[in-house]
């Protein structure tokens, strides 16, 4: 078995559960931006029939052979096995997802009557992925597929191909055989779909048909009747955690707002009900294609705003905003806070919402409290948005380093006379800091000793973020660095000066030339000396 990542194009949202209504009963992938697919004519109807009644037509012998097969390939630790009718001699793809990722976890070729297996092999997890029940989609030519649920038991199945351009028929043909069970996530694959069609088609004629109209209580009878149908099937196994219901309740709606009023209003009334069934932070979703359509789903629900003229209200912060309490609500479970997190990130910055993505940094990665930020040998997974936010903030290398009052009135960053400048932010609360900072002072004192000569100056400059002026003074005078210039708001994280350097760490050190441009960001005390020999090197001492 190996694991590969999709090719260029391929996407694990292609076909996302909620688009189990229209958009998945079509054989070829799309996303919710795309235009409807037509509802069924005549000619479909004929195919659907055709495939159904060559499912009822499958003769004694060959449902013999089945299970025959079926049991040879149990006995062999078979997961997944099963016959699909016009599909003989053929390939067949199996994919996991992990998160927004589809992985080929196995394929193999359907025997001469359409048999196929799958070994429990195929699901097992690799490169560290804990094992745990997941979504999987089964792919055969011309964009024919279905999904599975699967938590470990062996599952069989029966469907038929047929090579409609416009249809899946391998999934509206799907009979599950064994377990029974298993049934459960099928019931609510044609229960979504029929509630979608009820969303964007009869929704619209409703309001477009005369309300007299005796079509219009007919269309409007249809479609409450969807709903029905939907909360019956919820409400009947409401407390079971199986993974079909898991999905289910992801996509249930358990209000239905007026469809008399305007869009923007219902919207904010399901998204305010968004979570009542459904919770991001279960493990499960991670293995499904389930959490990126979620996150989609509500940011466009929360942001669909319209202002006293009719107008789109346009604030990036509603962007910010819908994620901010997405994200909070998966705050539980750290590899899908991680995820959901980065994946808003990087939709407001490929999106060029600059607003919206500094306002989700800040109130999701800035470091509160006494905290220290990363510890030694953790890795930050959100690098690269901190390095995002250093462009932002214009504290990048290459770029002048903020100017800040170190004596109101009198001094500040950029009238410091030397050749170079190491601002240094530290706290006398961070055990780090209370280490590094006399490391960092000897250093200095040999620079100064055995590469300025007395020709040039470094001057250093201590920004503390410590609340307590007391504790701060103290530190400083106890070892011996009175000659370095300091500065404090006494506002922890909250200082001016720490939110314009994006400081989420502690220490956190720049290396300015004489003109106070950034030239390095070491984050050692070994890795400025480096930095500064290399300089040296590299340049004469800047006079």
Known sequence: MSNKLLGPGQHANACCPVAWGYHCAASRTKKLTDPPIKTPNFSF?????LAFEQMRSLSALCCLFILLATAQAWAQGASLSGIIKNYNSQSLYLYSFYQDTLLLADSTLTGENGEFTFPSTAFETEQGMPEAPGMYKVVLQRNQFFYILHDGAPMEIQTVYFASPFYNIATDSLVVVEPSSAGLFYEF????????IADHWLLQMMRLYPLPDPFHIEIEQEYFKRYEAMDSFIQTEVE???????????????????????????????????FDHFDPAIDF???????????????????????????????????????????????????TYQYCLNYFLKKLDKDHKDVA?????????????????????????????????????????????????????????????????????????????????????KVMDDISRDYLQGEGEIATVAVSLDTSYTQWQSYIKQNELTEWLHS???????????????????PTMFLLDKDKEIIGKPITVAQFRELFELRVKNNTVDK
């Open 45 to 49: 109807l004929c195919i659907q029939n």
């Open 189 to 196: 694959q044609r229960l979504q779909r029929q509630l979608n």
């Open 240 to 274: 079971s955690d199986s993974l079909a219901m898991l999905v289910a309740k992801a996509f249930y709606l358990p209000v239905n707002p007026d469809w008399k009023q305007p869009d923007p209003w219902r919207d904010s009334i399901i998204a305010f009900h968004y």
């Open 285 to 335: 979703y991670r293995y499904t294609n389930i959490l990126s359509e979620k996150m989609h789903i509500y940011v466009k629900m929360r942001v669909n705003k319209k202002d006293s003229y009719g107008q789109p209200v346009m604030d990036e912060k509603l962007y910010s905003g819908a994620a901010i309490d997405f994200v909070n609500e998966t705050a539980g479970n750290t590899r």
């Open 357 to 441: 993505f500094l306002h989700l940094y800040d109130a999701q990665l800035k470091v509160e409290g006494p905290d220290c930020g990363l510890a030694d040998g953790e890795e930050d997974v959100f690098s690269w948005a901190r390095e995002k936010v250093s462009v932002l903030r214009g504290v990048h290398v290459g770029s002048t380093a903020p100017n800040f009052e170190l004596i109101a009135g009198e001094l500040n960053l950029h009238n410091v006379k030397s050749d170079y400048t190491l601002v240094v932010f530290w706290a006398t609360w961070c055990p780090h800091c209370t280490k590094v900072l006399p490391e960092l002072k």
């Open 488 to 506: 404090s708001e006494l506002k922890r994280w909250k200082g001016d000066v720490v939110k314009r350097y994006n400081v989420y760490g502690t």
